[in-house]
């Protein structure tokens, strides 16, 4: 028996996975980034990614892979006022740095004449966005600090976002050591990349995120468990990965609800396993189905609906001839659904279902398309 029995799963968005499970080629690509500094094309990248597919936590993570490389972090998220903030986090972040230790006492000098502030009392100091971000970036690039701005749940329409970007580009220019991460929904991401104006933005660096292989999920799944102190069987781990069908969150769900079944006992069986994977179900549904459900108008569901009789792939031209409609009409829907992450392209004339349990949820809740 073991008496410490913190569970060490994560099934909460925006929390940073004890093991970033299927995503080591792009960490040792950004550790690289951010270990070679200015010149590298990897500081500028953009993630996309459906829902729950792990992009909150993969930038708060690589903040703090950055933070380990000597470099401060902002975070924010796409929405008005995001500029600000990024400029006060920045400032804050730099007068952190002004520590009165010996350690520190040359880059005070030079931060703290920049940040202008008493150690306890930062304030940004006068003149534009762009200008007092300059200043501040020289100073902390004079003492080979750089700067990470990561940006959330991008928005394209949003003008501090195409203001954020054209400012970054100047900056690059400039060869500073400057790193700028976007994430978002793979639909809005392309529709950013389509604006004219941020249109640099196309040569940086992109990564998909897609659903991870099952046997990184079962790299994952022991790891966390033997993390929390705990072991399991081989068999129960095969269970939880065909549960967690490759999606970060569903994983975590599965951990979180098998390891809760007998937290005391020493090792996770199948038996807990099966029930908990049959709670993490449940969970999903009611976290994840239910609420894209509500996101989508009736069109939606009947392309939906209209897939449900593919056993796996749905053909485009199938899909508008079971809705009687022409074929720029299932290319509009098709485009939305891409968006919200609920289904996937295979080919340019094939989609099919990408969000684990959609289908059975849609095929329970409406049934297929009624002619
Ligand atoms: N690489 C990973 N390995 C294991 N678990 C992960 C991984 N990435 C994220 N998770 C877990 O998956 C869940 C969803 O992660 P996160 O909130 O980052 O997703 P998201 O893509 O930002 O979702 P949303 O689009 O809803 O904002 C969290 O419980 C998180 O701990
Ligand atoms: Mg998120």
């Given at each position: ?35 070679s ?52 986090q ?69 003008d ?6 054209s ?25 950013l990349?389509?604006?004219?104006s ?23 799944i ?8 705990r ?8 269970a ?23 937290p ?63 074929s ?44």
């Open positions: 028996m073991v008496s410490a029995s913190k569970n060490p799963f994560t099934p909460t968005f925006g929390r940073v996975p004890a093991l970033m499970t299927g995503r080591e080629q792009i960490l040792a690509e950004m550790t690289r980034a951010f270990e500094g200015p010149g590298n094309p990897n500081l500028s990248t953009i993630f996309a990614g459906a829902r729950g597919t792990g992009k909150t936590a993969l930038l708060l993570h690589l903040s703090r892979v950055a933070q380990e490389q000597g470099w401060i972090s902002v975070n924010v998220s796409c929405i008005p006022g995001m500029l600000e903030d990024i400029a006060q920045a400032y804050e972040a730099a007068a952190d740095l002004v520590d009165p230790s010996e350690h520190a006492r040359l880059r005070s000098v030079t931060i703290g004449s920049v940040v202008g502030v008493e150690w306890d009392n930062p304030e940004v100091p006068a003149g534009n966005w762009r200008t007092r971000m300059s200043r501040l970036l020289k100073a902390l690039n004079a003492q080979d600090i750089g700067l990470v701005i990561t940006v959330d749940e991008v928005q394209p329409n949003l501090e976002m195409i203001q954020l970007a400012v970054y580009q100047h900056f690059v220019g400039e060869e500073r050591k400057v790193s700028l991460l976007l994430a978002g929904l793979p639909g809005k991401m392309s529709s990349l389509r604006n004219e941020v249109s640099f933005l196309r040569r940086a660096n992109k990564h998909t995120l897609r659903p991870i292989a099952d046997e990184e999920i079962a790299i994952g022991r790891y966390t468990v033997e993390e929390g102190g072991t399991i069987q081989a068999p129960a781990i095969e939880a990965v065909k549960a967690s069908e490759g999606f970060p969150y569903l994983m975590q769900l599965v951990g979180f609800q098998s390891w809760e079944q007998r005391h006992a020493d090792e996770i069986t199948l038996d807990d396993v099966n029930l908990g994977a049959a709670m993490a179900r449940k969970n999903f549904v009611e976290r994840v189905l239910e609420a894209t459900y509500f996101d989508l108008s009736p069109n939606d569901v009947r392309f939906l609906q209209a897939m449900l009789e593919d056993p796996e792939e749905s053909r485009l031209a199938d899909i508008a001839e079971r809705l009687g409609e022409a720029n009409y299932t290319s509009t829907y098709k485009r939305r659904l891409i968006e919200q992450g609920v289904i996937g392209e295979r080919g340019p004339s094939f989609v099919a279902f990408e969000l684990p349990g959609f289908r059975d949820y849609l095929a329970q809740k409406c049934g297929p398309l009624s002619k």
